[in-house]
Nanobody, 123 residues
């Protein structure tokens, strides 16, 4: 059984910062990829960021967060999402995902997903 657990969500004023954490555990993964997605009310799931660490570290960001958010790997199968300069439009449930070996990786098609953590940015 693979478990993916996010934490760190909360309420923050516009312009503020939050740091989300994600830890994945369980069976041996097939890839060295983890990512973050979000879903706002009335909107579809949006790619936020991803990191891979096989043969060097690579990071990937959605256009809406590039320059404001930073993904990092701090331990085996543990990643952070540092969110700075938060905007009301960043309000969403944020999901962490782990292990991705399909064509759309790292932008979609992860095998394991967390339960989500709510981020609310007030104006």
């Amino acid at each position: 059984q693979v478990q993916v657990v996010e934490s760190g969500g909360g309420l923050v004023q516009a312009g503020g910062s939050l740091r989300l954490s994600c830890a994945a555990s369980g069976r041996t993964f097939r890839s060295y990829v983890m990512g973050w997605f979000r879903q706002a009310p009335g909107k579809g799931r949006e790619f936020v960021a991803a990191i891979s660490w096989n043969g060097g570290i690579s990071t990937y960001y959605g256009d809406s967060v590039k320059g404001r958010f930073t993904i990092s790997r701090v331990a085996k199968n543990t990643v952070y999402l540092q969110m700075n300069s938060l905007k009301p439009e960043d309000t969403a449930v944020y999901y962490c995902a782990a292990d991705c070996v399909k064509r759309l990786c790292p932008y979609d098609d992860y095998d394991y997903w967390g339960q989500g953590t709510q981020v609310t940015v007030s104006s």
